[in-house]
Nanobody, 118 residues
Framework: QVQLVESGGGLVQAGGSLRLSCAAS????????MGWFRQAPGKEREFVAT???????NNADSVKGRFTISRDNSKNTVYLQMNSLKPEDTAVYYCAAQYYSSGKYNYWGQGTQVTVSS
């Protein structure tokens, strides 16, 4: 079955950096658009960044210039490099997989907590 496993979350001070990883299995990784989403306490889940099979990237305005999404198809892994972290970036971060650009994310990871202290 398909599994997405996130790692790399943790506690960091404002201005610091973290790199999240999401390892995928059970799917043909190169044919999937991969996305990062986040959900803060009491808030709805929101889009962070996506990278499709053509390596086209979209970022939320709130993270432009600070976060970078990338993928390594040889490792079936998508990354989110997060720099200049702010307290408002505190959330559970989820990776998700969408077959090509079907418009629906079919698979989700369990999430990894990112906490940014001020």
């Amino acid at each position: 079955q398909v599994q997405l496993v996130e790692s790399g979350g943790g506690l960091v001070q404002a201005g610091g950096s973290l790199r999240l990883s999401c390892a995928a299995s059970g799917l043909t990784f190169s044919t999937y658009t991969m996305g990062w989403f986040r959900q803060a306490p009491g808030k709805e889940r929101e889009f962070v960044a996506t990278i499709n099979w053509r390596l086209n990237i979209n970022n939320a305005d709130s993270v432009k210039g600070r976060f970078t999404i990338s993928r390594d198809n040889s490792k079936n892994t998508v990354y989110l490099q997060m720099n200049s972290l702010k307290p408002e970036d505190t959330a559970v971060y989820y990776c998700a997989a969408q077959y090509y650009s079907s418009g629906k994310y079919n698979y989700w990871g369990q999430g990894t907590q990112v906490t940014v202290s001020s």
